[in-house]
Each structure stands twice: as C-alpha cells, then as structure tokens.
C-alpha cells in the first residue's frame, strides 16, 4: 500500500495546473483525517469512506456517461476530417472543438473520483472492495488515456495499476505477446523481421525474426516492419503496430508486388496513423488532422526526390519554348536560381543565399564552408527552382512517354504514409531529428557558404520505415491535398527550415500553382495495380 501511495504522490504531480491544484488538496486533508482518526470509532472511519466512495461513484457514472457522447463525436469528427472537401475539415473542426471540451470534463471528473478513492483507501488500507473500486477507475482513466492518444499518461496509469494490481491480468495482457502470421510469401523469399525500438527519441529497426516464407511468431505489442526478398524482384517492405490483445496476420499477395517502376518502392494497401498528436496549438499550425488511423490504396513512390539530371533530360525531350518556360530559374530574396544551357553544356547557378556556386554539367559542386559533404554532384542533386505547375507537367510526361506509367504527384496522406509507416511517429526518425541525420537549417552551421542541397540519399540515417530517401529536409517536396487536387503544399521540410516544426511529417506549407523557390522540389508518384506493377 505504502508503495501505491509514493506512485499515486509521484504521479499526481505530473498532473496539469488545474488538476495539481486539486491534488494539492488531498495531502492537508489527508492530514486532517489523521488526526480525526484517533477521534472516531471505526465505524465513523467507515461512514466517511462510504460517504467518500458513493461521491467518487456518482463522479465515475457522470464520466462514463460523458465518455460515450464524446467517443460517438470523436468518430463524428474524425470521419469529416476523411472526408475529401473543405468545407468537411471546417465541420469536423467545430465537431473536434465540442469533443475536446466534453474530454476535459471527463478528466476532471475521472480524476476527482481517483482522489477520493485515494484518500479513502488510506484510512481504510484492508478494504478490498476499495481497492477494486480504485483499480476499476484506473482503468476507466487508462481506456480513456488510450482512447485520446495521451502516450504519458498511460504509462503513469499503468505504473499505478501494476502497484495497487501487481497480479492483474487485465494488466499482463496489455504486453502480454500476440501471435503474428506473415502469409503467402513464397517458400524461396527470405524474410526478416525488425522491431523498432526507442532511444533518446529515435526510432532504430532491430532484427527481430529471420527465415524463409511464411513465418508465424510471438510479438509484444509495439511498431515492426517486415522486409521480403521476393525472388527476382526489389525487396519488399511492409510495416506494422502490433497492439495488445490483438492477433494479426499480414498477407503478401506476390502477385500483385513484383514490378512497380524502376527507381519506386510500392507503399502496400492498408492503414497508417495520420495527422498529429501535438498539442490543439501545435496542430492548428500545421494544418493537420488528429492523429488516428487512415487506409490507403497501394501506391509507388519514388526513392529518391526528382534531380537535376532527371529534369534536364525532361527539358531535353521538350521544344525549345516550352524548355524555356520550364527551365528552373528564380530571383528572391530567398535565394537565386539559374539553369541555363551555355554553349551546349547545361550550367547551374545557385544562391542558396548571399554566397554564388556555379558549375558546368559534369563539374564539382562546392560548398567551401562544410567540414562535410563540402563535394556535390549537382546532378544528383533534388531539381529546385520549380513549382507546382511545372511539377505537374513533369509528371505528364513521365506518364505519357512511358517512363513511369501512371505517374503523378503523391497526395499529402500517400507522402505521409510513406513517410512514417504505420506508427504516427513525428519525424522519420521518431520523435526528434537532429541535424546530424537529416540537410536541415543547422546541418551544416547555419553559414552562408554551407546553406544548400545535398546529393540524393546522403542521409540514409533519417530514411523513411519503407526506406524511401530525403523525406526529411534537402528539398521541401510538392504534393497535392488530398482534400482538393487544385490545392498545393509542400512536406519535410527542407535544407532552409528548421527541423522540430517545419520538418514535422504532419506540416504542411500551402504552396501557390505558379510559385517557385530555391527550397521547393518534387517527388512522384504513380498509380499502382495488382495485377503487375505500373498501371498502364
């Protein structure tokens, strides 16, 4: 018991300003009944308790009571922010607004009712039926924790539980292993497991299983990734949550996952959790939906971000006043940006900001202020000084050529699953990216000589679960809303932006169709059918 109130103590300070100050409360009380105590008979202690147990147990019916509106209305408004208009998000806006409301109350009165169990308990410490009316509470709070995606809270509530219930197995199960089955892999694939594991923020895959064709296994609940070597084909990845009490089975049709175009990694159909659990501040910044899950089509996605080489032999293919009207070049203050052809040789000129490189096709790059990647091959590098527009007639071409049948922009939920995988995590890395592992603002010092893009894949630390490169800075990338195809904005971040807020998976930047900037790249897309790759 005492151990349950040193965690009860040690928890109730976590709490926020408002609740603090009713805990704050409990421990002068609990003082006073103290010495009351002494005063009163047992059965005087017990009248209290009762008394104290039947207000906590009004408080709890109001909660649960509450607790089922507001679960109707979150799947309300969350369905309206799925839904592929404006006007829905403003709707599921003002419905998210009345059920963030209707969960405050339900917190106050869940932790109110915890109080007082609390300090019943502690006058009555060898009442059970306390007791399990304190752990059926927690659980109550800890449904309601999951429910609304408060990571923090759950584990202060599970650590409570495991001291006042240490044999619970409402408690064991929420870890106990579940059991996985990988299916329809053919016996020939070799197929490797990993597990992603948390440190200091970053998320790192470990090996977790390895073998040949259909696998079955034990799994904790947690974030994984298969990676399937399909003979004759690129590896295949598909990512996963295990959650708690929830057996699962993950079918590889093989059929349908052989061929998506050269250079692209197939996102498999399924579901991801989209948008963010920030704060309601953070979230109305960004632009982006509450966290929760989202299923998608299959689509292919290009590894890497669209280069300068890939656009100069689009401009090639394309006669000479078009070539001129999509040759990359801008003047801002933002930075300069020229690609023009001199005497049969393309050249790039570029000011990322007050400091000019400049080199022909087939020349070093140079970055004099970098201890690090200071040489670039600027063909490799992702294609900027573009727009929307001319990234939508880039993709026309790629299709109607037959480069890349079915090509186009991602959509915002596509980039973002593609992005994350399956676990809502806030940057390709986890919950932080630091500069180390991604070309953002402070990669390179923040000096006007270091300020610039980087060669395709030279961040391998910050690729994306389905191992797509430079989903996290080098070039903000162009996709389209998936609300309204008219509308652009731009995700990841970039080598000019800061990592913790623009870099954020969720945000996104609205773009202009004519707007161009020495930041702003594009990747593709491309329509995906089962029945062989490309669709056609």
Request: proline residues 6%; contains cysteine; hydrophobic residues 35%.
């Amino acid at each position: 018991m005492h151990d349950f109130v040193r965690v009860s103590r040690r928890q109730s300070a976590r709490r926020t300003l408002g609740v603090a100050a009713l805990a704050l409360l409990v421990p002068a009380s609990l003082a006073g009944v103290g010495l009351v105590t002494r005063m009163r008979s047992k059965a005087e202690v017990r009248a209290v308790a009762e008394r104290t147990r039947s207000e906590a147990a009004i408080l709890n019916v109001n909660a649960r009571e509450k607790s089922t509106r507001a679960r109707d209305e979150r799947d309300k408004a969350l369905s309206l922010f799925d839904e592929p208009s404006r006007d829905s998000k403003q709707r599921a806006e003002q419905v998210w607004a009345g059920v963030l409301s209707l969960e405050r109350l339900i917190d106050v009165e869940l932790v109110r009712a915890e109080q007082l169990l609390e300090s019943a308990l502690l006058t009555n410490p060898d009442d059970r039926s306390l007791r399990g009316d304190l752990s059926r509470l927690l659980f109550d709070r800890l449904e309601f924790a999951d429910r609304v995606g408060e990571a923090s809270r759950v584990g202060e509530i599970v650590e409570r539980l495991r001291v006042l219930e240490p044999e619970s197995s409402r408690l064991r199960a929420r870890s106990a292993p579940v059991r996985i089955r990988l299916s329809n892999v053919p016996p020939s694939s070799q197929v490797r497991v990993e597990r992603y594991v948390e440190r200091d923020g970053l998320l790192r895959p470990e090996v977790f299983r390895e073998g040949h064709g259909t696998l079955e296994f034990a799994a904790e609940p947690g974030s994984y990734r298969a990676l399937v070597g399909l003979p004759g084909s690129p590896e295949f990845i598909e990512t996963f949550l295990v959650r708690p009490g929830e057996d699962a089975e993950i079918s590889f049709d093989s059929r349908g996952r052989t061929r998506p175009p050269t250079g692209f990694v197939l996102i498999p159909e399924g579901s991801f959790l989209w948008g963010t659990s920030d704060s309601e501040v953070l979230r109305a910044v960004q632009g982006a939906a509450p966290l929760h899950p989202v299923r998608l089509s299959a689509f292919a996605i290009a590894r890497n971000e669209v280069t300068f080489a890939d656009w100069v032999e689009f401009l090639d293919g394309l006669r000479p006043a078009e070539r001129e009207h999509r040759r990359p070049m801008i003047r801002s203050s933002k930075g300069g940006l020229a690609l023009e052809r001199i005497d049969g040789r393309w050249r790039l000129k570029m000011s990322p900001t007050s400091y000019e490189h400049e080199a022909l096709w087939g020349e070093p790059f140079r970055y004099p202020g970098r201890s690090r990647n200071e040489i670039q091959d600027w063909r490799r590098m992702p294609v900027s000084g573009i727009g929307p527009v001319d990234a939508v007639r880039y993709t026309e071409w790629l299709s109607s050529t037959g480069r890349v049948p079915g090509a186009r922009l991602c959509s915002d939920r596509e980039w973002e699953k593609a992005a994350r995988g399956a676990d809502g995590r806030t940057f390709t890395t986890g919950s932080r990216v630091t500069p180390e592992l991604a070309n953002v603002d402070e990669t390179y010092g923040q000096k006007a000589s270091t300020f610039g893009p980087d060669e395709a894949g030279s961040h391998p630390e910050s690729d994306s679960p389905y191992a797509v490169h430079d989903m996290q800075g080098n070039a903000l990338e162009i996709v389209r809303s998936f609300r309204d195809s008219s509308v652009f904005v731009g995700k990841g971040g970039s080598w000019y932006y800061d990592a913790p807020f623009s870099g954020r998976l969720s945000t996104a930047e609205t773009i202009p169709p004519e707007t161009r900037a020495s930041y702003l790249g594009v990747r593709i897309c491309a329509d995906y059918d089962h029945q062989g790759g490309g669709k056609r």
